[in-house]
């Protein structure tokens, strides 16, 4: 395997990701900002935090195979979300939790962020996800 996740001693615990990727490799896949829409571009989950957290998640997961990567190979996530704050926690791991078995997510995840922001591709975006994946 290309990536080793890790939380060395000393740092923040408990926490739904890890702090540290280690990568060897020399392929790099980068997929940009996935969203809760489908192939078709009809929005998924109007509303529901959860719902597009799974939906983006999915999308992020299409990337990466397409590039003949796995989660397993993911070195970083990045998600922003929209008006954050930090009573969403629950409903948003809910998300994360509901699609991670499917789309061979470990949890704890890779190390991630997740940045609030103001607005995101359309109003009804609520979620967008990218990711930072590494192969031999």
Known sequence: ???????????MQPTPYHHVAVGIGSRHVHVSGQ??????????A????????????????IGLAGAGATFDDVLRLTFYVTDW??????EFMAGVQSVAGSIGLSLPLPPASLIGVD???????LVEVEATAILE
């Open 1 to 11: 395997m290309s990536v080793t996740h890790s939380t060395p001693a000393g740092m």
């Open 35 to 44: 969203i809760a829409r489908t192939e078709d571009g009809t929005p998924v």
């Open 46 to 61: 109007v509303g529901d935090l959860a719902g597009q957290v799974a939906q983006a998640l999915r999308n992020t997961a």
């Open 85 to 90: 704050a930090p009573e969403k926690i629950a």
């Open 119 to 125: 607005y995101l591709f359309e109003p009804d975006v």
